[in-house]
């Protein structure tokens, strides 16, 4: 089995380890361990670096994460997505027919766009907007029939 060879800094801190294993009796097994200790640090701060780069890069299927919130307080949206919510969709098409179920989807809608970024924002609001105007419309045409 052949070594990758050695970088500049392995090298150096190999150099000193043996110059340190002469004046302190060590072994060169203990230098050999120091250099797969660096070895090994090296390949943690590689993988990071390549997470962290993934993270950067949307490309890559990963989401990113902005920098600052919109308001104080609030949770770091993640970038769009591309795909609409789901709740969104409902909204709209149940505040059609059936305004309560239309305003309850709204809210978990806009509630799940806020913490994941998926697109439909401007249906889980239209579906709000429609499902509320129905149940004041139902109340009205309640209180009339009720006074009739």
Do not use: C
Not at 1 to 13: F, I, V
Not at 124 to 136: D, N, Q, W
């Amino acid at each position: 089995m052949s070594e990758a060879p050695l970088s500049k800094k392995e090298a150096a801190y190999l150099a000193k380890m043996r110059a340190d294993a002469e004046s302190f009796q060590l072994t060169s097994a203990s230098s050999d361990a120091a250099v797969e200790e660096i070895r090994r640090w090296e390949g943690n701060a590689a993988a990071t670096n390549a997470r962290l780069e993934r993270q950067r890069n949307p490309r890559h299927g990963y989401t990113q994460i902005s920098e600052t919130p919109s308001r104080p307080g609030a949770a770091a949206r993640r970038a769009p997505s591309g795909r609409t919510n789901t709740f969104a969709i409902l909204s709209i098409v149940f505040s059609l027919f059936g305004s309560l179920l239309g305003v309850i989807f709204g809210h978990v809608a806009l509630s799940q766009i806020e913490r994941t970024g998926d697109e439909g924002r401007g249906l889980a609001i239209a579906g709000l907007a429609i499902g509320y105007a129905g149940l004041v419309l139902l109340a009205i045409l309640g209180a009339a029939a009720a006074f009739a």
